[in-house]
C-alpha cells in the first residue's frame, strides 16, 4: 500500500476510535487511541533512528501499532505488541492486514507482565500504552533485555501524572538514560541511552 493510503487509512481509524470512544462509558471497549501529533512523533523518531526491535504494551485496535510497524519497516524491523483484550487485538489484526503490515508485527494477547517475562528481547525500543501501575513491574522485566543505544517512550504523562508516577520514580533509578516528557498530545515521556558512552565518542574521533 502507498504511504499516502497508509495515512489517509490512520486517518479514518482514528476517526472510527473517537467516535466509538464518545458513545461508549464501558472504559474496556473503549479505542483509547494516540494523538495524532504523538503518532506522528513517535514515527519520525522511529524511523529517523532506525528502530529495529521494537516492544509495544498497548495494542487497542492498531492505530498505534500501524504508525510504529510503519516506521520500523522501513529499517527491516519488527514490532511486538502485547495487548489482554482479544477482540481489539482482531481488529488489530485486520487493520494491519488492510495496509499490508501484518507480516512486521507479532500479536500477542494475554497479561502483559507475564508475556513480557517470557520474551527474549534484546528490544532497541520499547512503548508503555496501557495499565500505567504495571508498568514499573514490566520495565523491571526488561532492563536485562534492552539492547545498549534503546529508547524508552510512555504516553499519558500529562493527562494521569498520578497514574504514570511509578513508572517515572523507575525510570529515574535506571543509571545512563536521559530523559524528558515531551508535552505533546497527553504528555509523552522519551528516555534514551546512548551505548557508545562518552569514551567511546572520544575514542571515534581521535
Known amino acids: 500500500m502507498r504511504d499516502s493510503d497508509i495515512r489517509a487509512f490512520l486517518v479514518e ?6 467516535q466509538n470512544d464518545a458513545q461508549t462509558q464501558e472504559r474496556s471497549k473503549k479505542m483509547l487511541n494516540l494523538e495524532p501529533d504523538t503518532a506522528q512523533f513517535l514515527h519520525i523518531l522511529l524511523k529517523s533512528t532506525r528502530r529495529a526491535r521494537l ?9 498505534s501499532t500501524i504508525w510504529l510497524a510503519w516506521a520500523v519497516a522501513a529499517n527491516g524491523g519488527q514490532v511486538i505488541s502485547i495487548d489482554r483484550d482479544a477482540n481489539k487485538q482482531a481488529l488489530a ?8 503490515l501484518r507480516d512486521v508485527v507479532d500479536l500477542r494477547c494475554g497479561d502483559a507482565t507475564e508475556i513480557v517475562a517470557g520474551l527474549a528481547g534484546p528490544f532497541d525500543c520499547v512503548f508503555f500504552d496501557a495499565d500505567r501501575y504495571s508498568a514499573p513491574a514490566q520495565l523491571k522485566l526488561l532492563v536485562p533485555k534492552l539492547t545498549p543505544d534503546v529508547i524508552l517512550l510512555a504516553d499519558n504523562v500529562i493527562s494521569h501524572p498520578d497514574e504514570i508516577a511509578g513508572y517515572l520514580r ?9 530523559r524528558v516528557v515531551l508535552p505533546v498530545g497527553k504528555g ?3 528516555a534514551y ?4 558512552g562518552i569514551a567511546s565518542t572520544i575514542a571515534a574521533g581521535a
Do not use: C, M, W
Request: glycine share 16%; no cysteine.
Open 13 to 18: 481509524l482514528y476517526e472510527k476510535g473517537t
Open 55 to 63: 516492544l509495544e504494551i498497548g495494542t487497542s485496535n492498531g492505530y
Open 170 to 178: 523507575a525510570l529515574e533509578s535506571l543509571p545512563q538514560f536521559e
Open 93 to 100: 489484526d485486520a487493520n494491519l492486514r488492510h495496509v499490508g
Open 193 to 196: 541511552r546512548y551505548g557508545g
Open 188 to 190: 509523552l515521556s522519551v
